[in-house]
């Protein structure tokens, strides 16, 4: 059965949007009574904000950096002057190799990073607040989940809303049975086939494999449901901290998230909204 759709009442809210209900599934995997869900759920999808609040998310972790001011021009060089039908590159003095020109080998970069450079991109904070409550509306399709690679049974209704007990699961065993249970198990295995050895310098820089993003957890509090955070992929993030990159790692929207139920009811307190 598709969950129902129920239509705010007139003056209900000022958005005059629908509330989404989904089934209330039990750590055994049974559908439930429906709940509805925040109303940040039903704002229309807005993948340029989503993508600009996770690039200028990702700007503030660049550490600033620069090259030395004299890389590259550590040379004893002349310059043979004009009219004698060589270019005017400058040289090394024993002989007509040229050096320090950023047009010659081992010169100097033409345009290097300098510390002084300003990294962090701006964004307003409507903007930032109407991209966490459209990424959280891409959560509710299957379409968005299935562009992003994750593996999903057949007829399965997003967002996924688990009942409370979820938060209690602390060991690996009891998280990959309940996972099992609700046939998301194959996206993890997904992710988990996905680790590779990453290409390039990055390997030498602390960044030696990568792996895809598989399911995110979100719980009411931290320190909640332990055993998933070793699973290949899998992230655990609390309603208070949940952020747009959470939800659409890249800033491509559509993760595949589960929600517990004290999660959402933090989620909407968090968002000031009025439970229905």
């Known amino acids: 059965m598709t969950p129902a759709e129920e239509k705010t009442p007139a003056g209900g809210s000022e958005h005059h949007a629908p509330h989404h209900r989904v089934h209330l599934l039990s750590v055994a995997g049974k559908p439930g009574e429906t709940i509805a869900l925040p109303l940040a759920f039903s704002t229309p999808l807005r993948t340029d904000l989503i993508r600009r609040a996770v690039v200028a998310a990702q700007s503030h972790r660049i550490q600033p950096h620069g090259t030395k001011l004299t890389a590259g021009a ?38 290097p990073p300098k510390v002084e450079r300003i990294w962090e991109k701006k964004i307003n904070s409507k903007e930032r607040l109407m991209a966490f409550a459209a990424a959280l509306a891409a959560t509710r399709e299957p379409k968005l989940a299935v562009a992003r690679g994750h593996d999903l049974p057949e007829g399965l209704h997003l967002p996924v ?51 895809p993003r598989s399911l995110l957890l979100v719980t009411s509090a931290p320190g909640k449901a332990r055993g998933f955070r070793n699973l290949p992929g899998v992230d655990v993030v609390a309603a208070t901290r949940l952020a747009t990159e959470d939800l659409a790692p890249g800033g491509d929207p559509g993760r595949l998230t589960i929600f517990s139920q004290a999660a959402l009811a933090s989620l909407r307190e968090r968002l000031k909204e009025v439970a229905q």
């Not at 009219?83 to 003095?93: D, E, F, S």
């Not at 049975?177 to 680790?195: E, F, H, M, N, Y």
């Open 74 to 111: 550590r040379h004893s060089v002349r310059w043979s002057g004009k009219g004698k039908g060589v270019a005017r590159t400058p040289r090394l003095m024993d002989g007509m190799r040229g050096a320090q020109s950023p047009n010659t080998v081992g010169g100097r970069p033409a345009h």
């Open 161 to 211: 809303v688990v009942e409370t007990p979820l938060e209690e699961i602390h060991s690996a065993a009891d998280a990959r049975s309940l996972l099992q249970t609700l046939k998301l198990w194959p996206d993890v295995d997904r992710a988990q086939a996905g680790i590779h050895v990453r290409a390039g310098r990055g390997k030498r820089r602390g960044r030696y494999r990568r792996e």
